[in-house]
T-cell receptor
């Protein structure tokens, strides 16, 4: 059974600081996704990572994938308040399954 | 381009009733996924439909069912509602091409009293 673990689950940080969210998964997967969810809203797609060593960047967010370690990271650079949200990683298994999500990281960025 | 749409936005039912939730995928997407986001349980995969067929389902009882129509829209039916079925139900669509992303709709908030 595919398991996805995120840490930390809760993160409070100040504007201007850097931080990393970690996502570990338990079995081989060919795709890893990062989503953002604002309170009361749906999920917004941020990144899809398809291969070992993949790195994608959008603004202050950068995601990377190490398939050998079964680890993805979401790095936040010089955080700003607008990035406050819950961030989910999700993995699609080798079979014909839906996505398996981590529990989410609730990120609060304080001015 | 229109995104994934869901209706209704909110639905209030009583225990034992049936609920029907609807989803329209992004134009050109043939796959529709349903997820449940319940408080304390996180996001869980419910069902996957592609080309009108149920392709896979998550660890949910048979009273959760659905279908996909020829225009690729989908319906999720929940029979014999229980209090713990109260959750946000999210629909996502994708093209199922390599590297595809699942794009999520705004969700239906189901409350069971």
């Amino acid at each position: 059974e595919l398991k996805v673990e995120q840490n930390p689950l809760f993160l409070s940080m100040q504007e201007g600081k850097n931080y990393t969210i970690y996502c570990n998964y338990s079995t081989t997967s060919d795709r890893l996704y990062w989503y953002r969810q604002d309170p009361g809203k749906s999920l917004e797609s941020l990144f899809v990572l398809l291969s070992n060593g993949a790195v994608k960047q959008e603004g202050r967010l950068m995601a990377s994938l190490d398939t050998k370690a079964r680890l993805s990271t979401l790095h936040i650079t010089a955080a700003v308040h607008d990035l406050s949200a819950t961030y989910f990683c999700a993995v699609k298994g080798g079979g014909a399954d839906g996505l398996t999500f981590g529990k989410g990281t609730h990120l609060i960025i304080q001015p | 381009e229109a995104g994934v749409t869901q209706s209704p936005t909110h639905l209030i039912k009583t225990r034992g009733q049936q609920a029907t939730l609807r989803c329209s995928p992004i134009s050109g997407h043939t796959s529709v996924y349903w997820y449940q986001q319940a408080l304390g349980l996180g996001l869980q995969f419910l069902l996957w439909y592609d080309e009108g067929e149920e392709r896979n389902r998550g660890n949910f009882p048979p009273r959760f069912s659905g279908r996909q129509f020829p225009n690729y829209s989908s319906e999720l039916n929940v029979n014999a509602l229980e209090l713990e079925d109260s959750a946000l139900y999210l629909c996502a669509s994708s093209s199922n091409q390599p590297g595809d992303t699942q794009y999520f709709g705004p969700g239906t908030r189901l409350t069971v009293l």
